[in-house]
């Protein structure tokens, strides 16, 4: 059940029929939406200077963007600017009068040429880039983070390692990958296969054309890959600085950093997420921090909150943020 002493918060009600984990998960990423309209700017901002990696942002700027809350969302694993939910929420949050960019984390959005690195769980720092580039070229004071299932590693990520660092003001993470070994290890069982397939599918044409783009980086064959555990072992954790795959899920988790997490922050997650799961110790801080607002719901699967209300409202999650940053606009924490 969620917490409803905050104006911005409704109870989640699963659309009938929908209240399994699997059900919602599946019909979230299918489920019908109106066609995505705002015009957006691309811009290529450079994150990190020493190799020349750029990602792609596509931006969409109210009259006066200095004077507006600025909103950076930061997709999930495989995702891109234009994925569903993304395009879902900033729909709103334009509607609302706020500043929305829509960062592609490397190589997603068809942007593998842009670096000659591969992305992971533990790029914050590129989020801070992208928060501080917009920063200076807008003037602009204050910015919110929105990320999704490893997006929502990220900006969470950061958060704590900010701390009450300017621009930053508020957060939200929606199903987010705070803890990598327990979701990598559940992403592996059972049905959860099904969706390891479906990622490790888009994982491997990565690889593919990032050896044909770098072939002198990384190896057009690496040998079978089964699980996404394997795909970090053999190529994320040796090709961006981590020992093994253990190394990198403990280092790259933004479960290790959440206690120094200062401002404002949202965290929607449901108990019925098939495959992201938050260990108790990591609930535990989470509950502990005075600044988070942890809403635990029993159902509502991996980014999906597919709910029993009207029209645009049936997303339930993607109101819940608009109208969390709404209130935090007007003031209500």
């Not at 009600?13 to 209240?19: E, F, I, M, S, T």
């Not at 609302?96 to 942007?111: I, P």
């Not at 819940?320 to 209500?332: H, I, K, M, P, S």
């Amino acid at each position: 059940m969620t917490d409803l002493k905050f104006s911005w918060l409704s109870d989640f009600v699963p659309r009938r029929g929908l209240a399994n984990g699997h059900a919602q998960s599946v019909a979230g990423n299918f489920w019908l939406r109106p066609k995505f309209k705002l015009e957006a700017e691309a811009e290529a901002v450079l994150v990190d200077a020493e190799d020349g990696s750029r990602v792609l942002c596509h931006c969409h700027w109210q009259a006066n963007p200095c004077e507006k809350l600025t909103v950076v969302l930061v997709h999930g694993l495989e995702g891109s600017s234009n994925s569903r939910y993304i395009q879902g929420v900033a729909a709103r949050l334009w509607a609302a009068g706020m500043n929305v960019v829509r960062m592609n984390q490397r190589n997603c959005e068809d942007s593998d040429a842009l670096t000659p690195t591969l992305y992971h769980s533990g790029r914050s720092a590129d989020v801070g880039v992208v928060v501080d580039y917009f920063a200076a070229k807008f003037g602009l004071n204050r910015v919110a983070l929105v990320g999704y299932s490893m997006g929502g590693n990220l900006v969470l990520k950061l958060a704590g390692e900010w701390g009450q660092r300017a621009p930053l003001v508020a957060v939200v993470a929606v199903s987010p990958a705070l803890n990598l070994a327990a979701s990598s290890a559940a992403l592996h069982t059972g049905l959860n296969r099904l969706y390891e397939w479906w990622f490790l599918r888009g994982l491997k044409a990565r690889h593919k054309r990032k050896a044909k783009l770098f072939p002198e980086i990384y190896p057009a064959d690496v040998g079978p890959l089964g699980s996404v555990r394997e795909f970090d072992e053999k190529l994320v954790a040796p090709f961006s600085g981590f020992a093994s795959a253990d190394d990198y899920y403990e280092r790259a988790a933004a479960a290790r950093v959440v206690d120094g997490i200062r401002v404002p922050t949202l965290i929607l997650h449901s108990d019925d997420d098939p495959f992201i799961k938050i260990i108790p110790e990591t609930r535990a801080a989470l509950r502990a921090n005075p600044a988070i607002h942890f809403v635990l719901t029993e159902h509502g699967g991996h980014c999906a909150f597919l709910s029993n209300q009207r029209g645009e409202d049936v997303h339930w999650a993607e109101m819940t943020v608009a109208r969390y940053l709404e209130n935090f606009e007007a003031g209500e924490r």
